[in-house]
């Protein structure tokens, strides 16, 4: 018996077609890659040593403004290089950072680079693709694909003395690893929609969101060189009301004052410790994140309401915030 073998059309693994997830991951690196940098800095370490540290940044306009992780270039010497896929290799000052949102503006003086385009998100879903590219462990140029594992994560930061909470972060399962904080977590059309900023395990990380709050931190670093917030002189913490306040005011919690700093505007207004605060300005208040949210920059210095419980009685207080310092 003769044997007789048929060729295959199109045999060549070059000419086979991409599935249609690896298409939105391709599509996403080759669009995102050219606008995603790997940065070197020195920072300072105890004993007054110098190590070289890494991370990522994401340029978002074409005259050199780049946008990455707060933690990337703390204790630096506010400088550093920054190098790009097509080989270039730039310096860049730190224009400025917030600690509280882990976020930092860079600014070079090269004037053509390609910036990405920042997404929204809000419109995000779980189980949504996203795309992360970074340098991690100095990787140039690394993409990593996963979904949105949860939304509206709690992602704790410091600045000396002061504890804020950024609300809203994104969990993904897109592995990430030291070196790709300040790099881009992407949609599927390639949109920036959070930047990477923390491992919280295997298969866990964190990136905090692009959203209309960390848009006004942005153009304030950018503009500025800082995002001023309102300082009460508050130590708070969360409690329940009591019942005949929670059937009044028919919510079930608010925020008790634990401590009040010396000399401060709450100080000053006589707030006292235990007091429960249920609203500022006729807004209701129910949580510690819910009154850091509230204190933007347009309240310094000017006067605000504080609605309180005390020993049974509704009371109001006003004062003045001053600027958080540090």
Same mark, same amino acid.
């Given at each position: 018996m003769e044997l007789r073998y048929i060729a295959a059309l199109d045999e060549s693994p070059e000419e086979e077609p991409l599935d249609a997830y690896s298409r939105v991951v391709t599509g996403v690196a080759e669009r995102l890659a050219p606008s995603v940098a790997n940065l070197r800095v020195s920072q300072r370490v105890r004993g007054g040593r110098r190590l070289d540290g890494g991370g990522s940044?994401?340029? %978002?306009?074409? +005259?050199?403004? /780049?946008?990455?992780? $707060?933690?990337?270039?703390? !204790? =630096?010497?506010? &400088?550093?290089? $920054? =190098?790009?896929v097509d080989g #270039?290799? %730039? +310096?860049?000052?730190?224009?400025? $950072? +917030?600690?509280?949102?882990?976020?930092?503006?860079l600014r070079s003086d090269t004037r053509d680079l390609v910036p990405a385009e920042l997404g929204h998100s809000e419109q995000l879903r779980v189980g !949504?693709?996203?795309?992360?590219?970074?340098?991690?462990?100095?990787?140039?140029?690394?993409?990593?694909?996963?979904?949105?594992?949860?939304?509206?994560? =709690?992602?704790?930061? #410091?600045?000396?003395?002061?504890? &804020?909470?950024v609300d809203n972060v994104i969990q993904t399962d897109a592995a990430l690893n030291p070196g790709n904080s300040g790099g881009a977590l992407a949609d599927g059309q390639g949109r920036v929609v959070g930047i990477n900023t923390a491992v919280a395990g295997v298969g866990l990380g964190l990136a905090v969101p692009i959203n209309a709050a960390t848009r006004k931190i942005v153009a304030a670093l950018m503009s500025e060189g800082r995002f001023r917030r309102a300082y009460l002189g508050l130590a708070l913490g969360p409690r329940p009301l009591p019942p005949r306040v929670a059937a009044r005011l028919g919510r079930s919690s608010g925020v008790e004052v634990v401590t009040v700093v010396e000399d401060s505007p709450a100080a000053r207004a006589g707030l006292r410790t235990? +007091?429960? %605060?249920?609203?500022?300005?006729?807004?209701? %208040?129910? =949580?510690?994140?819910?009154?850091? &949210?509230? /204190?933007?920059?347009e309240l310094i210095g000017a006067a605000v309401r504080l609605t309180v419980e005390r020993q049974g009685r509704e009371l109001e207080a006003t004062l003045v915030p001053d600027e958080l310092e540090g």
């Open positions: 940044a994401v340029v %978002i306009t074409p +005259d050199g403004f /780049m946008l990455t992780s $707060a933690h990337v270039v703390a !204790q =630096s010497n506010g &400088r550093g290089r $920054a =190098s790009f #270039r290799e %730039i +310096d860049f000052a730190v224009v400025g $950072a +917030d600690a509280l949102s882990d976020l930092a503006v !949504q693709l996203v795309v992360a590219i970074g340098n991690p462990h100095g990787f140039a140029g690394s993409v990593t694909a996963g979904v949105v594992s949860a939304l509206g994560r =709690s992602l704790p930061t #410091r600045s000396g003395a002061n504890v &804020r909470i235990e +007091d429960l %605060i249920v609203a500022l300005n006729g807004r209701p %208040i129910e =949580s510690v994140d819910e009154l850091q &949210r509230l /204190m933007v920059g």
